[in-house]
Each structure stands twice: as C-alpha cells, then as structure tokens.
T-cell receptor, first 113, second 113 residues
Framework: KAGVTQTPRYLIKTRGQQVTLSCSPISGHRSVSWYQQTPGQGLQFLFEYFSETQRNKGNFPGRFSGRQFSNSRSEMNVSTLELGDSALYLC????????????FGSGTRLTVV | AQSVSQHNHHVILSEAASLELGCNYSYGGTVNLFWYVQYPGQHLQLLLKYFSGDPLVKGIKGFEAEFIKSKFSFNLRKPSVQWSDTAEYFCAVTDTGGFKTIFGAGTRLFVKA
C-alpha cells in the first residue's frame, strides 16, 4: 500500500510569507499528526487530527494551524514566516492516534530566508 | 508535562560492539513506548514498541528494548552492531488516549566498519 505522502518536498519562502504543506495518510488511517524536526531539538509535536477534528496540539504559536479533510488528507499552514521556522515538517499517520505507532512521511523541508 | 530524555546525543562504536541507548520519560499515567530509527536519507521508521506484558520487547534487525517501570526507562539494546545500523534513534512516549506522542531529541549512532 502507498505510504504517507507529503508535498512539496522542498520549499523556500521569504520572511513574512505564509505557507501550506500537504499530507496524504495511508489509506484507512484516520489520524494525522504533524511534527517539526530541527537539529538538536528532535521532533516537536504540532497537532493531531482525527476525523477532521483537532484532538491535541503542542506548544506552538497561533501562526501554526492545520486542518483535516473528510478523506483524511491534512494540511498545515504557517503564517507570517520567521527564520526560526526553517525545519523539516513531518506528517505521521496512524489508524487511531499513535497508540500503535506511526508511519511517517519523508517530510517537507522548509527554508525561510 | 510529559518529557522524554535520551542520554547520549552522539555514539560512535566499532562493528560487533554492543549497543545500549538510554531513554527516560516523565509521565505519571499509562504510556506506550516506542523506538524509531531514521537511516541517512530515509524517513522515520518504527523499530519496536511496548504496550504491556513482557517488559523485554524485540524489534526488527536484532534490536530489543527493556521497560523498567520503576526507573521510567526504556533502553534500546543490540548485542552486536553493524555498519548498516548507522542512523539516528528516537525514543517516544504516547500518552494513551491523549493522542499525542512525545519524542526524545534523538541519538546519532555511527558505526565504524
């Protein structure tokens, strides 16, 4: 079966712009979680969606938002980009929310200049 | 708040040496525990997981981990590493029912051939 697909793979944006990243989970997976990965910080939890509802969120500013569609595909949006937002953004899908582990996508590498 | 601590950020071993990577977590409730691995240029993959029962769990590629509840630890072990084990290893904890998985900062393992 197809894995978790994230688009685009790479993105370069200017400070102040906004960006939307997309994630298509494994077919049948209804939970999608987003993480920010930076060197030395590991993976920082952004939010988790299940059946179009956000069930949990991490400690990120309101500039970071997300949503999930009825087909379980998810998007995350970052507005008013800052240099510190440069990171690898990972999407992870699971059947029910991570209790059984995640399947990760390859990520979107965002560079803010 | 939940937290996961990985003791070593970088580990260098020669082939055939034994490996033990430390992981401690902070959370008072019921958790599921995981180790993930990220090989160079690849996405994160689940290595092994612990839910309940036998505290010694076996994963793929000869890895195992031991859950010690009294120490809030979940250390990863492998008796004899190979050059192909060079990767970054992440310990993770899921708050069951909390729909949130917290990751440690990761340990970069380099195995010399």
């Amino acid at each position: 079966k197809a894995g978790v697909t994230q688009t685009p793979r790479y993105l370069i944006k200017t400070r102040g712009q906004q960006v939307t990243l997309s994630c298509s989970p494994i077919s049948g997976h209804r939970s999608v979680s987003w993480y920010q990965q930076t060197p030395g910080q590991g993976l920082q939890f952004l939010f988790e969606y299940f059946s179009e509802t956000q069930r949990n969120k991490g400690n990120f500013p309101g500039r970071f938002s997300g949503r999930q569609f009825s087909n379980s595909r998810s998007e995350m949006n970052v507005s008013t980009l800052e240099l510190g937002d440069s990171a690898l953004y990972l999407c992870a899908s699971s059947l029910d929310g991570g209790d059984n582990g995640y399947t990760f996508g390859s990520g979107t590498r965002l560079t803010v200049v | 708040a939940q937290s996961v601590s990985q003791h070593n950020h970088h580990v260098i071993l020669s082939e055939a040496a034994s490996l033990e990577l430390g992981c401690n977590y902070s959370y008072g409730g019921t958790v599921n525990l995981f180790w993930y691995v990220q090989y160079p240029g690849q996405h994160l993959q689940l290595l092994l997981k612990y839910f309940s029962g036998d505290p010694l769990v076996k994963g793929i590629k000869g890895f195992e981990a031991e859950f010690i509840k009294s120490k809030f630890s979940f250390n990863l072990r492998k008796p004899s590493v190979q050059w192909s084990d060079t990767a970054e290893y992440f310990c993770a904890v899921t708050d069951t029912g909390g729909f949130k998985t917290i990751f440690g900062a990761g340990t970069r393992l380099f195995v010399k051939a």
